[in-house]
């Protein structure tokens, strides 16, 4: 009996993490959709939500976390209804809002110990998992000030520590990089491919930079809905053969723009050179490597 | 102008288009409902010995604007004082600041949009007053005039004096919430002490009521044809209106020296905007100085380490709440400046020192009342300081944060009651000292309730400084502590109240999350 016990604790702790999104909607009236019949399967690793703004990214990893409710559709953690349980969820739980705030009296220290006890850890490793945290986000300096003499980039570290605290296995990070500088950017992709090790990692943003060197997978927003998922190859296969660049006049750019569509443009001595998705490119365009961030301009601005 | 008008149009707009404005609105009209008593009603509210007026159009008219002049004079303040505040916690307020407007024209602009959300008010209570008019209908004819007549001369006034003492104070107590609430408190009651009695003297009354109110005397002592001194009461009064008998109140014709001054108050605040306009921050204030060199300081980094998650120590599963408490009580103890303290220190001193019915009757809630800003931050912080979304997703959130924080409260007002409590004790009256815990228990929430319903702070601190206000007075039913002589059963009926409003709290909040 023992050894089964054993058993079924370790297989318990070996199973894979598995997040099924089933038909979600949230609406907010009769005919004002913010999410529509989304459904998504999520398995361990990183997945990069990207979309435009107002694609309905926030309102989906709110739901995820918990803090909302959708209209219609399931979501479940390793099968555990997580709407009807959410504290099934909650326990296990890392979440970075997009548009978060702090006590402002509190120090950093301080508020990472009642994030912990509201998220129901404690013990004699809360205190060095804080300060290591802390450590590793360069703020063990910033300690002991209040959280109301913080930069934006340090709040948002703060915010990031906080839900590294109770070992999470589902982690949610929605915009996570807005207000870090290029050098804490780069460690933050570094800590998020550590953590990915055994956990599911959902990171959102619109900027494609921040997700295409990280990201296992790949899903794509717009309007409240799915637009695509796979990896990062199957979605850039869309545009594989259709990504060139041309110089043009810069008066011609309007009208170009009705022809194609514009990935980027950059001056080139009173011309400009285009970047741009085409069936039927210029005569004179060079043919170009495709990435991930073509791939998104040309889904989101073709569907 | 027409940008000065569209500032005024847009602030007023923002602060209208709110849940909190329509909960004021609906607990404004509903006061102003019993403003004139239902002609069975047990209570009075404006009464001359035993006088009260016919229900003619003069009496509708005066009685509601006296009424509305001092009740909204007394809550409106901390309905309109925290415009200046919410353009610093918006940011909006630095885009001001680079703006070309000046601090002048900037600050009249919160004066003339705090005045136009209390005249909506006022606007109401006027079309209130017109139909409970025709609801009691006693026979006499409408007279509009009776009705525009002491709101344009009585509560409008009033009112904009009362905005701009709401921009004074957010200019120079701007940090000290406190300070602005428990100043404006001793302000109002020394305001409302002057008595004048001449034509003259009527002119300095703020809020023109009491040349209406000697009026009523006046005419009393001609019917009752005695020069003694007559008893006049203004507020709610119950019992003995059976006994009332009525007399005739045809309105006053002002003398123009009153009328003047209604105008010469209005140009006053004006010209003391145009003064304080020298003062104002224009929202460049000391703790930004501090926050630039604090980040400057940080930049002076270490080399930083690099964070390996999976060597970090796991922390272990605890759901005792005491951590959480531990920090509620932490929140609780750093709204305001540390100095602040000395205050409440002094108020425990004088619990402990003063005859014991004073400590009891009034040096309690006042000290209570200075935690207005505490008690009403204590449900509605998380949505304020935008932490909702860690607090509503945390484990449990009802059975253990919201425990914790109304925990947390009633500690902080029963240490604060302590000396008090002792002291009932040492007497051996035990009622008073139990009666002192159930009315800490109620009051925290009452203010949990409010804020959860409101989802602001406002609603609650209105009310509690009306409660107060009513304990200074000796109101007996707004004795929520025990401080005066009750029947029997008080402090079960308080035990009862206290729980539903506890059951009520939970219930709305855990419908919010789940929504």
Redesign the interface.
Known sequence: MALKRLLQGYLKKTESMQLEIQNVSKRYNKNTYALKDFSLHIEKGILGLLGPNGAGKSTLL?MI???S?PSDGIISLNKNNIIKD??YM??Q?G?L?Q????????NAY?FL??????????????K??IS??L????LT??AK?PI????GG?KQRVGIA?A????PKIVIFDEPTVGLDPEERV?FR??IS??A?DCIVILSSHIVSDIDTIADKVAIMKNGTLIMHGNQEHIISTVTNKVFETRINKDALTYFKTQHVVVSTTRKKGDLMVRYISENPAENATKKEANLEDAYLYLTKTN | MIPFFTIIKSDYLQRTRSYAFLITLCVSLATAYTFIPEPNANYSTIRVDDYIGYYNSAWFGYVTAIMTSIFLSLIGFYLVNSGIKKDIDTKVGQIVATTPISNFKYLLSKVLSNFLLLSTIVAMVFIMSILLFILYNDGFSFELFQFVKPYLLITLPALFFISMLAVVFEVFLGKYSVLQNVGFFFLFSALMVFSPKTQSQFSFDVFGSKIVMHHLEEKVRDITNSDAETNLSVGYVLGHVEKAKKFEFNGIDFPTSFIISRFVWVLFGIGIIAVISIFFHRFDRKEHLFLKKFIAATKEEHKVKDLLLSSLPIASINYKIAPLVKTELLLLFRIGKKWLWIINIVGMILLAVLPITIAHQIGLPILWFLQVNRLSNLTTKELTNKVHYFAFSSYKPITRLLSSQLFAAVILMFVLSLPLIIRHLIAFDYSASISIFFGGIFIVLLAALLGVLSKGAKLFEVLFFMIAYSNINGVLVFDYFGGFEHKAFYVLKLAIISLVLGSLCAFVRTYQLKS
Do not use: C, H, W
Request: aromatic content about 8%; glycine content about 10%.
């Open positions: 709110k976390a918990t803090v409710k959410a504290n909650r326990k739980l979440f809002p548009d978060f705030g702090m006590y402002p009296n509190l301080e110990e009642y994030i912990a006890a509201m998220k129901g850890i404690g013990g004699k490793n809360l060095p998992r290591q945290l450590e590793g986000l360069n300096e910033a000030k109301g003499s913080y930069s340090m906080q590294l605290l109770n070992n460690r570094n800590l550590d953590l090790n």
